[in-house]
């Protein structure tokens, strides 16, 4: 459909240590894959070892998630956010910025959170004592130097030895947060279980302590950034960004400190919707006045960024004298159009409308964009892993749109299975024993075994169909029911004959014992 859509993962399977390539894209993301995986591209499916230096690699617009209840509060959310950005976790925790409106906010939440203001000096606190957080003013902190910063410091007092415990530091070691420095800094994992609304709280905390929000005064450009030192937290940024549909470019920077380079990592965002729909979203505590000048400057802007880009080879087809009127007075014509190696999605869209193809409407009406590869880089080589996603077969890893590595095998199996056709499979890869064991944990899904698996307790109903893990069944790791489920169940009736037949044809690479060719 040209849509993004959410879907279960099947399986993960193990596929042996291989060479490893790195790719890298015109916004600065990377992945690392062996050289069989494959990525979408306008063409369709190709694998990593056949990309080149300018070829168009898919990724989502936006990755919204239906609306689900999460797991934190909104208060939460916003002191994670602050203390990612200008906090102090690594032996205590503490929040250092010379914004009193920041400091306000961040001290209202820790209140909400059930922690406790105290004033500097009045005492130590005792074992039995509620949370409490203590504002330094200006000067008061030892290293503020310049005396320009308010500094906050909030119990950490640790769940043991009969205390009572900071709820701000349980909740940092949950997300495995205490005791990280600057520069391990990054988005946990479990965060990301946050509500779509909350992103925007949290970005907006991110952005009120190392963001920017400026207007160029030659072209009045709204320029939003952020910066750290760390690269996986801008790697994350990045992500949090594609998620709520706002494009951004990542990169490596340098400035001047003291006298010397100082390098860190930044995150921009790149096209006027991206801008707008950031600050229609976002407005940074203690930057509201940058905030309504960026605004400003987008209502009355002549030169706007480039809109997300779209690659003109979908237009390949179009007869030349396609055209429509991007201004009252301009004919914008496919036959220009094709020439270039992209056209602004805006452009793209009206050259769909105006030519009623229905392969081009869904392609500028999905939610999948696009970008350019530069560069294809061998990684040495590591344990690799496939990972099966029924129905779709794709899924998104580092902002790239890749498909099932055991591809092959699926479709072996869906032939097979649910269509009724015989199948020849041969693998350079797996051996026959991995095969085997993919396609039993494959077949566990099945929808003909779904009150079985609610009778054994291996699926909730309602929900989804869930099989057996197949980590579990290669290392002789399942449950007593679970292997009945497998033996009493899956293997009998796959090779019942009920199916079409799936005939293995394995070899080792080493060996060469026959070929792709062959």
């Known amino acids: 459909t040209g849509c993004m859509t959410t879907a279960q993962v ?21 992945i690392r894959v062996s050289g069989n995986h494959p990525f ?80 500097v000096g009045s005492g130590r606190k005792k074992l039995k004592d509620p949370p409490t957080f203590q504002i330094l003013e200006r000067g008061q902190c030892k290293s503020d130097k310049r005396k320009t910063n308010k500094t906050i410091r909030v119990s950490r007092a640790p769940d043991r030895n009969g205390c009572t415990p900071s709820p701000l530091r349980v909740l940092l070691e949950r997300l495995g947060m205490y005791g990280n420095m600057s520069a391990d800094k990054h988005i946990p994992g479990e965060l990301w279980a946050m509500s779509d609304e909350q992103v925007w709280l949290f970005l907006g905390a991110l952005w009120a302590t190392d963001g920017r929000v400026a207007v160029e005064e030659e072209n009045h450009r709204t320029r939003l950034s952020y910066a750290s030192i760390s690269r996986r937290l801008i790697v994350d940024v990045q992500a949090l960004l594609q998620r709520v549909g706002i494009p951004s470019d990542m990169g490596r920077a340098t400035t ?63 007869p030349d004298n396609t055209r429509f009127k991007s201004t009252p007075h301009t004919w914008r014509y496919a036959k220009y159009a094709k020439r270039n190696t992209w056209v602004t999605r805006g452009h793209f869209a009206q050259f769909a409308r105006v030519s009623g193809d229905p392969a081009l409407l869904r392609v500028a009406q999905g939610n999948v964009g696009w970008e350019q590869v530069t560069s294809v880089t061998p990684d040495g080589e590591e344990m690799t892993y496939d990972l099966s996603v029924p129905g779709p077969c794709n899924f998104v890893a580092n902002g790239f749109i890749v498909h099932n ?114």
């Not at 168009?56 to 956010?81: H, M, N, Q, Y």
């Not at 309504?292 to 802007?301: I, L, T």
């Open 256 to 318: 001047k400190y003291k006298g010397e380079d100082y390098h860190f990592w930044s995150v921009g965002i790149r096209t006027t919707e991206g801008v707008e729909r950031f600050l229609q979203h976002v407005i940074p505590v203690g930057k509201e006045v940058s905030h309504r000048a960026a605004v400003q400057a987008g209502k009355g802007a002549t030169r706007k960024y480039l809109g997300d880009r779209m690659p003109s080879w979908f237009l390949k087809d179009l």
């Open 40 to 119: 979408r591209t306008p063409q369709g499916w190709v694998n990593a070892e056949d990309l080149k230096k300018g070829d168009w690699l898919a990724i989502p617009s936006d990755l919204f998630t239906p609306p689900t209840i999460s797991p934190f509060t909104d208060d939460e959310v916003k002191v994670l956010g602050y203390l990612i950005g200008d906090g102090g976790v690594g032996t205590g925790i503490n929040l250092t910025n010379s914004s009193d409106r920041l400091c306000k906010d961040f001290t209202r939440s820790l209140e909400k959170m059930g922690i406790r203001s105290k004033k």
């Open 405 to 518: 590595s055991t591809l092959a095998l699926n479709w072996a199996y869906n032939q097979a299975v649910y269509m009724f056709h015989d199948v020849c499979f041969f693998s350079l890869e797996m051996p026959y024993v991995q095969c085997r064991r993919i396609l039993y944990a494959m077949h566990s899904m099945h929808g003909d075994f779904r009150d079985i698996r609610i009778r054994l307790g291996i699926q909730k109903d309602p929900g989804p169909n869930v099989g057996l893990d197949y980590g579990k069944i290669r290392d002789g790791a399942l449950s007593p029911l679970e292997k009945e489920f497998l033996y009493g169940y899956v293997v009998p009736d796959l090779n019942s004959g009920r199916y079409a037949k799936i005939h293995r044809e394995v070899a080792d690479p080493d060996k060469q014992d026959f070929t792709v060719a062959d």
């Open 10 to 30: 099947g399986h993960v399977f193990e596929n042996g240590i291989r060479p490893i390539l790195k790719v890298g894209s015109t916004s600065g993301r990377e």
